[in-house]
């Protein structure tokens, strides 16, 4: 069975997954057990939400 | 492209000057429609990454507004009906250009990077990424929006394409991956290298740099 601890290169590609509601149960899991301890994983999570949100934005608050 | 709205009166100025009187509620519509167009072609530059089919897709967006003012509802805006109009179009143009988008795809997956120098070899960060501190003070600023495109512009064309359909057109995977004809696991790979070399250039760009400082 592959271990319930993931790299962050792997919890950096479940991060987009999560961006696309594409995780199942078992990534889910293994990601926020990764989340706990890492603080790095944690900060990436957030700049992708924000990152998100900016291009939510993008045609109303571009220029012109 | 040069697209104006001709006035009916003779001797009336070129489009873009104020009318000299006798224009309607439509008038001021359709004026403003023809000043959203250099942005409707920034955004179908990012989403399509091809400039023929920009300029054709903004083409028939102002074509179709103008067509369609009646439709408008006054008491909506008129940039995000535009912006609407928009984004159908450039459905239209990926369908129309659908052979060169999808080998365009495959390429981007037999040669693009897999983003290797950001982690070492055990799957840890190569450097640390860092908070981007307030969000809101970011996206209040326009500026950050400016180089939020510069890194959209940087990206592969097909990573951007993906990652544009689903972020700014909300489509989901299933219809991105059926768009440009990639497999649904490419798909989710296109997207991750997609995020991955943005949230770099903004951190690069915006956030390590004297950008989002600027005018704190």
Redesign the interface.
């Known amino acids: 069975m592959a271990s319930v601890f993931?790299?962050?290169?792997?919890a950096?590609?479940l991060l987009?997954?999560q961006?696309?509601g594409?995780l199942n149960w078992r990534q889910r899991l293994r990601l926020r057990i990764h989340l706990l301890g890492c603080d790095?994983c944690a900060?990436?999570r957030?700049?992708?939400a924000?990152?998100?949100?900016?291009?939510?934005?993008?045609?109303?608050?571009?220029?012109? | 492209m040069a697209i104006s709205f001709k006035r009916d009166e003779p001797g009336s100025g070129p489009a873009g000057t104020a009318p000299a009187g006798g224009a309607g509620p439509s008038g001021d519509a359709a004026q403003g429609i023809a000043a959203?167009q250099?942005?409707l072609l920034?955004?179908a530059r990012?989403q399509l990454r091809n400039e023929a089919w920009a300029e054709d897709a903004v083409a028939e967006t102002l074509l179709a507004a103008v067509e369609g003012l009646r439709t408008f509802d006054q008491r909506s805006q008129l940039?995000?009906w535009v912006?609407g109009i928009l984004k159908h179009k450039i459905i239209d143009q990926f369908r129309r250009g659908s052979r060169e988008v999808s080998l365009e795809a495959e390429e981007e997956l037999r040669d693009g990077d897999d983003l290797g120098e950001?982690?070492q070899a055990?799957?840890?960060?190569v450097s640390?990424?860092?908070?981007?501190g307030d969000?809101e003070q970011?996206?209040a600023r326009?500026e950050?929006?400016?180089v939020?495109?510069a890194c959209l512009d940087q990206l592969p064309a097909p990573l951007a394409r993906a990652?544009?359909l689903?972020?700014?057109m909300d489509f989901t995977?299933a219809d991105i991956c059926k768009e440009l004809q990639v497999t649904s696991t490419n798909c989710?790979v296109m997207?991750?290298r997609a995020?991955?070399r943005?949230?770099e250039c903004?951190?690069t760009r915006w956030f390590a740099g004297d950008g989002s400082k600027d005018h704190g």
């Open positions: 993931i790299t962050c290169r792997q950096h590609a987009s997954g961006c696309d594409a790095a900060i990436v957030r700049n992708l924000l990152l998100s949100r900016a291009v939510h934005a993008l045609d109303q608050r571009m220029g012109g | 959203l250099p942005m920034r955004l990012l940039r995000t912006v950001l982690f055990d799957g840890h960060r640390q990424p860092s908070a981007w969000p970011s996206l326009v950050f929006f400016t939020l495109q990652f544009l689903r972020e700014w995977t989710f997207l991750y995020r991955m943005l949230r903004l951190e």
